[in-house]
T-cell receptor, first 109, second 117 residues
Framework: QKEVEQDPGPLSVPEGAIVSLNCTYS??????FMWYRQYSRKGPELLMY????GNKEDGRFTAQVDKSSKYISLFIRDSQPSDSATYLC?????????FGQGTILTVHP | ETGVTQSPTHLIKTRGQQVTLRCSSQ?????VSWYQQALGQGPQFIFQ???????GRGNFPPRFSGLQFPNYSSELNVNALELDDSALYLC????????????????FGNGTRLTVT
């Protein structure tokens, strides 16, 4: 079992839709969780960072962590074509991040 | 504030050759990590350098080695290149307060695309 499993997608949604991206993790020893966005030919860009169960909101983005079920989600409201990218979830460990495989999202006008 | 910069952006090498990739960390960051990202996959941790010492290593063979310099810039060296080494190599920096702390958010460069033929 991989340490972090991510729904691979790809996802294709119309502009304005609510997008849900999901990951599960297997090791509950560490508490930091992150979401990165990666555009084509670019490095990952940090979107959200949280260290506790519950929701964290930043504009159109909401990160949700459920430690009891080891589930991580990212919600994007009012999705835009500029949100089209690969989304990576990551779990923090000692000295490293463990990433999911990424979900490719396309938002079409 | 300057971000993480990597060079070169693209590189083509032949199997068996050696390669050196370079990274300048974000201003104020003392820790550099290297990740390998194969096509269609998430980044995989290679190793981290904290205060010029290797501070953790992923499941990569010894032919992957690195250095961190006093200005916190870093190099990744790969010897005896194999076809499977073809990937995007990402450098990331962070500010860590101690060795092997739970990893703070990483700030990535745009990577070096290595192709081994």
């Amino acid at each position: 079992q991989k340490e972090v499993e991510q729904d691979p997608g790809p996802l294709s949604v119309p502009e304005g839709a609510i997008v849900s991206l999901n990951c599960t993790y297997s090791n509950s020893a560490f508490q930091y969780f992150m979401w990165y966005r990666q555009y084509s030919r670019k490095g990952p860009e940090l979107l959200m960072y949280t260290y506790s169960s519950g929701n964290k909101e930043d504009g159109r983005f909401t990160a949700q962590v459920d430690k009891s079920s080891k589930y991580i989600s990212l919600f994007i409201r009012d999705s835009q074509p500029s949100d089209s990218a690969t989304y990576l979830c990551a779990r923090s460990g000692k000295g490293k991040l463990t990433f999911g495989q990424g979900t490719i999202l396309t938002v079409h006008p | 504030e300057t971000g993480v910069t990597q060079s070169p952006t693209h590189l083509i090498k032949t199997r068996g050759q050696q390669v050196t990739l370079r990274c300048s960390s974000q201003s104020g960051h003392n820790t550099v990590s290297w990740y390998q990202q194969a096509l269609g996959q998430g980044p995989q941790f290679i190793f981290q350098y904290y205060r010029e010492e290797e501070n953790g290593r992923g499941n990569f063979p010894p032919r992957f080695s690195g250095l961190q310099f006093p200005n916190y810039s870093s190099e990744l060296n790969v010897n005896a290149l194999e076809l499977d080494d073809s990937a995007l190599y990402l450098c990331a920096s962070s500010l860590n307060v101690r060795s092997l702390a739970p990893q703070a958010p990483l700030h990535f460069g745009n990577g070096t695309r290595l192709t081994v033929t």
